[in-house]
């Protein structure tokens, strides 16, 4: 038995050995591919820092914060869940660090034959959008009502993330889905085909980064210059807007 | 005095396996905003979800044993070649992630799935349908069905069968008149936990019909979806499902998995 409880203090001091600082970002579902880029970039160039990313819906991301989430920074798609923990946590640092661009997505097969958006509101066709509060479905709102048409009784589903919508259409379920243009990304670009939104009926998402609480680390801020700084290539070689 | 017959230490661990289920489940009760449960409740998405919860529940549990019936009997009452295979397959979706299995079944069913343009043919279109979200729970649920019902046909008295068979009843009538009615209660309480399992289904629902209110959106995808946004409503929600369930095991008193 006491040999056992010495093993097993070994392991932990094993595990908790590790002299590397964890950051831990809470970032939008849309952000996944760049971050994760970004991510690994920092960590070779600040080999003393471990980032550790949770990818999900901004608005969900920004309830779990609320709630106590160990965040110490956040990477919102829309400023509406940045101030709304700024509102419960307060936020330092913030900048908007990207935009993007909504755009319609199809099966490579394109069965509805989509060309734009007023073909989304025609009769039958099968519509896939994020919920209302995520902000990829609130965008998507934004633009049909831009358009001026009305697709929600086409909407055979709200996702959780703009990742469910990709998912959708990816599996070919739903004839179109409203997503960000960087979301056919390499990986799925073979059967997914991106149809774009012109700019009069299109919207510019903004994407706002900030420390979260008063007792983020130095690392964490590191973290966020880098964004701003060498990060950049990786957001514009993956479609992202600059910030302005 | 009666000398114990377990150490004292297994009451202790039991104690605190217990707390470890109902810790969570009073945290819920705790933290709910009642006040406010009354207005949350009375909200028309609330009910609307809930109605498409029972639609689905008892549609999936229906469909659950029409198929799970069948495979019961098969397992219990016959020996033949790769049975244990067939079960293992009918038990995967118990062990299976969920959203896996929502994967499984667009891949099968699906629009673009390897049935699915004879489905198509047929008219039917399983994905974002309600009877597509009752097809994902009767997938997960299946498997405990299967396992009531078999728990409750190695109860049955094959003796009692044979018998019946040797006075010239037909295998359909030693099914129908004898073994169908000692079945009943097993077969009560596999439908219950069955309809328990499919009432809670979220990956492969989400994954296989979507999320549409009124249509697909089921309780626990409701809740999902409020929680995102506000979690102190979500609570109330929750506490409306564990209600629902507690009532639907209480039904059981016991029967399940317990044989005395």
Excluded at chain 1, 52 to 75: C, E, H, K, W, Y
Excluded at chain 1, 135 to 163: C, H, L, M, T, W
Aim: charged share 15%; with cysteine; hydrophobic share 55%.
């Amino acid at each position: 038995m006491k040999r056992c409880i010495a093993a097993f203090s070994l392991l932990l001091a094993a595990c908790g050995g590790s002299s590397k600082t964890e950051v831990v970002v809470f970032a939008a579902a849309s952000l996944t591919e760049p971050f994760q880029a970004i991510g690994t970039a920092f960590e070779r160039t600040h080999p003393e820092i471990g980032i550790r990313f949770n990818f999900g819906p901004s608005d969900g991301l920004a309830t779990q914060i609320n709630d106590g989430a160990p965040a110490a920074v956040f990477a919102s798609a829309s400023e509406r869940w940045m101030d709304a923990v700024a509102g419960k946590r307060g936020v330092r640092q913030r900048e908007v660090f990207a935009r993007n661009r909504l755009a319609i997505i199809v099966p490579a097969s394109n069965p509805a034959h989509i060309a734009s958006l007023s073909d989304v509101a025609r009769t039958g066709v099968k519509v896939v959008v994020a919920a209302r509060g995520v902000p990829a479905g609130d965008y998507a709102r934004q633009v049909f009502a831009k358009a001026g048409i009305s697709a929600e009784a086409n909407i055979v589903s709200n996702e959780e993330s703009v990742k469910g919508v990709v998912q959708k259409i990816l599996l070919a379920e739903a004839d179109a889905g409203i997503a960000y243009e960087t979301d056919v990304s390499a990986a799925v670009s073979q059967r997914v085909r991106l149809i774009h939104i012109p700019d009069a009926e299109n919207i510019a998402a903004s994407y706002p980064i900030a420390l979260v609480g008063s007792h983020a680390s130095r690392s964490a801020a590191d973290f966020i210059e880098y964004v701003m700084g060498e990060g950049q290539t990786v957001l514009r070689s993956l479609g992202f807007l600059p910030p302005s | 005095m009666k000398r114990a017959r377990l150490p004292g230490i297994v009451f202790v661990a039991a104690a605190a396996g217990v707390a470890f289920v109902v810790l969570p489940l009073v945290a819920l009760v705790i933290r709910a905003p009642w006040s406010n449960a009354l207005h949350e409740l009375s909200k028309s998405s609330v009910r609307t979800a809930l109605i498409v919860s029972l639609e689905v529940s008892l549609g999936a549990t229906a469909l659950a044993f029409a198929l799970g019936m069948p495979i019961a009997l098969a397992l219990s009452r016959s020996a033949f070649p790769g049975r244990a295979i067939v079960r293992g397959v009918v038990l995967l979706p118990l062990v299976l992630p969920p959203v896996v299995a929502g994967v499984a079944l667009l891949s099968g069913l699906g629009r673009s799935g390897i049935i699915g343009d004879a489905l198509h043919a047929l008219g039917v279109s399983l994905p974002f349908t309600a009877g597509g979200a009752a097809v994902a729970a009767a997938f997960v649920s299946l498997p405990l069905l299967v396992l009531a019902l078999e728990a409750g046909l190695s109860g049955v008295d094959t003796r009692l069968e044979d018998a019946a068979l040797s006075l010239g009843a037909s295998p359909w009538f030693a099914l129908s008149r004898v073994t169908l009615p000692l079945m009943r209660p097993h077969i009560a309480a596999a439908l219950v936990i069955a309809w328990a399992r499919a009432l809670g289904e979220f990956g492969a629902t989400i994954t296989f019909a979507g999320n549409l209110r009124g249509r697909t959106q089921t309780l626990p995808l409701a809740v999902f979806e409020v929680l995102q946004t506000d979690p102190a409503a979500a609570t109330i929600l929750s506490l409306l499902l564990v209600a629902v369930s507690l009532i639907a095991l209480f039904s059981l008193r016991g029967r399940f998995l317990v044989q005395r």
